[in-house]
């Protein structure tokens, strides 16, 4: 049964227009993160080769394709693996002991007043304080060995992880809030159910500073001691060589922090956001 107060003429599809404009093959390829990030290294690498063979001094900035070749080099003979391998298990079991920490203390600064102050205070003390600075007293602690690495690292990742997930925790909306309470939610399943995914860009973030702040306090804290018995990691590695006026390897080393760095963000942490973070919708 039609109804006389709606009147509905037909229209055509062609009188309409374009309703939806196609992309282009351009707008098509700009829209891929990856290539974009892809042109930016090309780009940047492009200008590297440039410049060093103009310099022409590879005692002080070696080629792209020389810096190349010595980490082809490296990787076949499995120098430069059996370094970073070194470093990334230390990483490992520093970031892995950080990230614990930082949940330990940021649990209870949510459950109490007096936990929250206490998780300010440290963090106002102790995050400007530099990983490194602690080297000294760690040598002295722990003596030279993955203990003094691992407790220096622990200090880079502890603080920053713990305050952008605090952070996160107490800008989580009183509507959340409410709504896990009165779903009888307490304790651990509150925190797990309510808080955690509400704050979980939050929470991303710190681990990502974390990471950052535990991967070149490592490589930094190699450069001073980096080798026991025999054994080291990249910044070792890089030491060596500079030693040894190997700049090539110099560079093969940086660059493989560098790859390191890259896929760490760009695999690892992205495929974490995409299962959390984006999933969840915290994150546009």
């Keep these: 049964m039609v109804r006389e107060e709606f009147v509905c003429d037909p229209i055509k599809d062609a009188a309409l227009g374009v309703v939806e404009k196609p992309l282009t093959k351009w707008e098509r390829v700009y829209n ?3 290539l974009r990030k892809l042109f930016i290294i090309l780009v940047l690498a492009a200008t590297w080769q440039a410049y060093a063979m103009w310099l022409g001094k590879g005692l002080l900035l070696p080629t792209l394709t020389a810096t190349a070749n010595a980490l082809w080099v490296n990787v076949a003979s499995g120098e430069l693996l059996r370094r970073a391998w070194f470093s990334i298990s230390v990483l490992l079991m520093g ?3 950080g990230v614990a920490l930082a949940g330990l203390f940021t649990a209870i600064a949510v459950s109490s007043r007096i936990g929250a102050d206490f998780l300010e205070t440290m963090t106002s003390m102790l995050n400007p304080l530099p990983a490194i600075a602690l080297l000294p007293l760690a040598l002295i602690w722990f003596g030279l060995g993955n203990g003094s690495m691992i407790f220096v690292l622990v200090h880079s990742v502890l603080w920053p992880v713990a305050l952008n997930a605090h952070t996160g925790f107490r800008s989580v909306s009183n509507t959340l809030r409410m709504v896990g309470r009165n779903a009888g939610l307490r304790g651990a399943r509150y925190i797990v ?3 955690i995914p509400a704050a979980s860009g939050s929470i991303l973030s710190g681990l990502k500073i974390g990471w950052a702040f535990a991967w070149r306090t490592l490589i930094a804290a190699e450069l001073v001691f980096g080798a026991t018995s025999n054994s080291g990691g990249l910044g070792w590695f890089i030491y060596v060589s500079k030693n040894e006026l190997e700049i090539a390897n110099v560079f093969a080393g940086l660059l493989t922090i560098i790859l390191i760095g890259l896929f760490v963000e760009n ?9 959390t973070v984006k999933k969840w919708g915290m994150q546009n």
């Design 193 to 195: 159910s309510i808080l």
């Design 95 to 97: 970031y892995g002991l």
């Design 32 to 34: 891929f993160g990856a």
């Design 267 to 275: 695999v690892i942490f992205r495929n974490i956001e995409l299962m």
